[in-house]
């Protein structure tokens, strides 16, 4: 009952193809030894990985993600796991309200989003500079921050906050000693699916990056832009590899598919 | 009853607490995400000038101007037929790709969902990149298609609407995996063992059992696929070059190249409005049709 047909493993085996195809292609020519775009046909090669190293446009950029990424993440995650806590915990009126606010990055198109954030920096003044990128990239990824934060406080059993409260623990020492380690899973997950997506985004961030603050994904987009050689497919290797990294943490310490798929089932 | 004073107090607070936890991120929401939307809004109205730049006057000549002009029709239909072609395309290839996935077991389904489910947190731009390659200097997949002898000269994927649908397909299809295998999840097994003792065939229990279960987990992640087409950015970008621009990168050309931003900002607008209508529109149609099944 529960085998797929030949017909289905058929099926199945293309699909993966189709979906790892372009992954492959773009490791595959980042380790060619020439000096133009092709497989490497004669032995692998660390040039281009070399030329990253070599490129401070690149690496000046790969720092400012990285930062980006830390930083929009902590303060999201800061900002998101009381505001779950309190759509988990409490029943007040605007609750649905409070909900939906905290989705809503989610429901605009990030290139509307870079619009309209490209307008509001440049007229208050934070146009091109690096607090700008963290502003935005706070609002984008706090829907990913909350969604896991939230399922963690949802499965809470309140009675062992009230357990605490009445052995005559204060309100903080409950969120420090009790409820923080039992949604800690949540939270961490949220910081590390928030920073990923900060530090995938180029659509938005394309809109308000200037030349001096900008992050590795849209200098890898713009020079796409003009021409493409092995130096970005060496690049986006290095971004596939760290993204790898980042999905087998989430695996481990979460589940991708309770990540993704949320909660339940077998 | 008796201790009045001492009871309220803390009923009081915690009347506040949900506000005060989730104040700082609705403040930090309203102020980075609700004024700039307001403002791009406002700025759609204003007028551009090519020496006075943009003026402070508020009428819809943008939006005339972009309902008068077929370039602009043009762009509109080339998004929304490229997005429709790739929500079908990906309803076609996930639904099937999250019922396999849902019959295998485990070490194997685990495996499969990490390589369906991963280039999801992989970035956009290298994803695209590798269609590049693909399509372009390598040019593999007409490498592929000559082979087996599927096609005689090579085809032009690279600059054309064929290439972005298959890139753009690539890049959405795993929304539809999530929402099918999540629908699939809820199914009650019990159903599929009652159809097959009853004496049906294993494509009438397909057919007739799990797909009108699946149904809204389908047309949901087609919804989504379908906004997030319509709003691409990076892969048309990248696969359609300058030459088969789409809203998004009309919307940045004005932006970044043209600098006629309220035009821009219209453009912008125009895309959310078009995407709300239609995304709400096939959201109260599943909610009709299929209210029965999220009870």
Known sequence: MN????????????????????????????????????????????????AI?????????????????????????????????????????????????????????????GIAFLRFFTVTGLSGSFAGLVMSHVVIIMPYALRLALSASTGLDPQIEHAAAS????????????????????????????????????TMTVFIASPRTTTLPVRLFLYIQDNIDPLVAAVSAGLIALTAVAMILLDRIYGLDRLLVGRGGR | MTTGESTRRPAESLRLTPYLLSGPALAVLAALLVVPLIATFLLSLHSFDLYKGIENVYNFRNYADIFSDPYFYRIYGRTFRIALIVTALAVLLGTPEAYILNRMRDPWRRICLLLVLGPLFISIVSRTLGWALLFGSTGLVNQGLMAAGLIESPLQFMYSETGVVIALTHVLVPFVVISVWASLRRL????????????????????????????????????????????????????????????????????????????????????????VVIVAGCNRLIERRYAQVFQ
């Not at chain 1, 293309?14 to 020439?34: D, E, Q, R």
């Open chain 1, 3 to 50: 085998r797929n047909g030949r017909l289905a493993l058929a099926f199945h085996t293309v699909f993966i193809g189709f979906i790892l195809a372009p992954i492959l292609v773009v490791c595959a020519v980042a380790f060619t030894s020439k000096g133009y775009l092709s497989l490497p046909t004669d032995g692998l090669s660390l040039r281009w990985f070399r």
């Open chain 1, 53 to 113: 190293a070599a490129n401070p446009d690149f690496t000046s950029a790969l720092w400012a993600s990285l930062w980006l990424g830390t930083l929009s993440a902590t303060i999201s995650v800061a900002l998101a796991v009381p505001a779950a806590l309190a759509i988990a915990r409490y029943r007040f009126p605007g609750r649905e309200a409070v909900a939906t606010l905290m989705q809503a990055p989610l429901m605009v198109p990030p290139a509307v989003l």
């Open chain 1, 167 to 202: 052995l005559g623990a204060s309100s903080f020492a409950i969120f420090r000693r009790v409820t923080l380690p039992l949604i800690l899973p949540g939270v961490v997950s949220g910081w590390v699916l928030a920073f990923i997506t900060s530090f995938d985004e180029v």
């Open chain 2, 188 to 275: 009650d097994p019990q159903v599929e063992h009652a159809a097959v003792s009853l004496g049906a065939g294993q494509s009438t229990v397909l057919f007739r059992i799990v797909l009108p279960q699946v149904m809204p987990g389908i047309l949901s992640g087609a919804i989504i696929v379908f906004a997030l087409a319509a709003s691409a950015f990076a892969t048309p970008a990248i696969i359609g070059g300058r030459r088969l621009q789409v809203a998004a990168t009309l919307a940045y050309d004005e932006f970044l190249n043209t600098l006629n931003w309220p035009l821009g900002a219209a453009i912008a607008v125009l895309l959310v409005i078009a995407n």
